[in-house]
């Protein structure tokens, strides 16, 4: 899958969460950069960094805080 289909599934993700049409594309770019990031800083997979930050911006509009969570690097 190529980042441009990528960020397609991620839009339709956070559009049957709410989000309006753009916010869910600013919101799918900004996820894929971030992923981008984290590949590079924390060696992760990039399947593991998106995964891992769909959980956190999920569990974030549930209102919850991940336990393993800090926000730090």
């Known amino acids: 899958m190529n980042t441009e289909e990528e960020v397609e599934k991620l ?3 956070f559009s049957s969460r709410g989000a309006s049409p753009s916010q869910a594309k600013v ?10 990031q984290w590949v590079a ?4 997979s990039r399947l593991e960094a998106l995964k891992r930050l769909l ?3 999920i569990a974030g ?4 805080v991940p ?3 800090d926000g730090r690097s």
Request: net charge neutral; proline share 0%.
């Open 55 to 57: 959980d956190i911006v």
């Open 61 to 64: 509009r549930d209102g919850v």
């Open 11 to 13: 839009e339709k993700v």
């Open 67 to 69: 336990k393993d969570f």
């Open 41 to 44: 800083e924390r060696g992760m």
């Open 27 to 36: 919101m799918a770019s900004q996820l894929s950069k971030r992923a981008d």
